[in-house]
T-cell receptor, first 112, second 117 residues
Framework: SQQGEEDPQALSIQEGENATMNCSYK?????LQWYRQNSGRGLVHLIL?????REKHSGRLRVTLDTSKKSSSLLITASRAADTASYFC????????????FGRGTSLIVHP | DTEVTQTPKHLVMGMTNKKSLKCEQH?????MYWYKQKAKKPPELMFV???????INESVPSRFSPECPNSSLLNLHLHALQPEDSALYLC????????????????FGDGTRLSIL
């Protein structure tokens, strides 16, 4: 299965701290994406990083990709209570249909 | 507010009922998706439509029947569901999943919370 595996499964931090989530996958990919899901809501796209990219930034988010280790990390700096959500990585296997497969997710709780 | 609209937000139905879930997008996307998501699990792909044609059916039971009346609408018809079908059903759209050069992220609706009695 191409499904990514996020680590940790759950993360609890204080407001203002940084949060780091990791994603590992098994086969070569075209792209890796990170999504956020607030409780009871749909998924919201955060960042897409292509296989030939190593790092991308968007506001307080920083994503890295290491294709040699088949892993990615999502860093949220200066976290806020509103960042409380589940975070999923999604990968699409190269040579495949480019439809992303979601990992099991990391549940992040940011305490005010 | 999301750009993909799903109705209804909540649905409770008996195992013998027939109901439909609806999804609408006006972003000009040509790929539309249905996902099923159980609590504390990732979304699981059910169906993919590309240019209004069913492209992928992930071995979904026939009690789920998708329909794409036009490029903006996606329906999921439900009949004789089982209690284990209770879940959050998410609709998503994207530009086109076949062309890697235009590979763009998916846009999700907020889902329909389905409960089967």
């Amino acid at each position: 299965s191409q499904q990514g595996e996020e680590d940790p499964q759950a993360l609890s931090i204080q407001e203002g701290e940084n949060a780091t989530m990791n994603c590992s996958y098994k086969t070569s990919i075209n792209n890796l994406q990170w999504y956020r899901q607030n409780s009871g809501r749909g998924l919201v796209h955060l960042i897409l990083i292509r296989s030939n990219e190593r790092e991308k930034h968007s506001g307080r988010l920083r994503v890295t990709l290491d294709t040699s280790k088949k892993s990615s990390s999502l860093l949220i700096t200066a976290s806020r209570a509103a960042d409380t959500a589940s975070y999923f990585c999604a990968t699409d296997a190269s040579g495949g249909s480019y439809i992303p497969t979601f990992g099991r997710g990391t549940s992040l709780i940011v305490h005010p | 507010d999301t750009e993909v609209t799903q109705t209804p937000k909540h649905l409770v139905m008996g195992m013998t009922n027939k109901k439909s879930l609806k999804c609408e997008q006006h972003m000009g996307h040509r790929a539309m998706y249905w996902y099923k998501q159980k609590a504390k699990k990732p979304p699981e792909l059910m169906f993919v439509y590309s240019y209004e044609k069913l492209s992928i059916n992930e071995s979904v039971p026939s009690r789920f029947s998708p329909e794409c009346p036009n490029s903006s609408l996606l329906n999921l018809h439900l009949h004789a569901l089982q209690p284990e079908d209770s879940a959050l059903y998410l609709c998503a759209s994207s530009q086109d999943f076949r062309d890697i050069s235009s590979n763009q992220p998916q846009h999700f609706g907020d889902g329909t919370r389905l409960s089967i009695l």
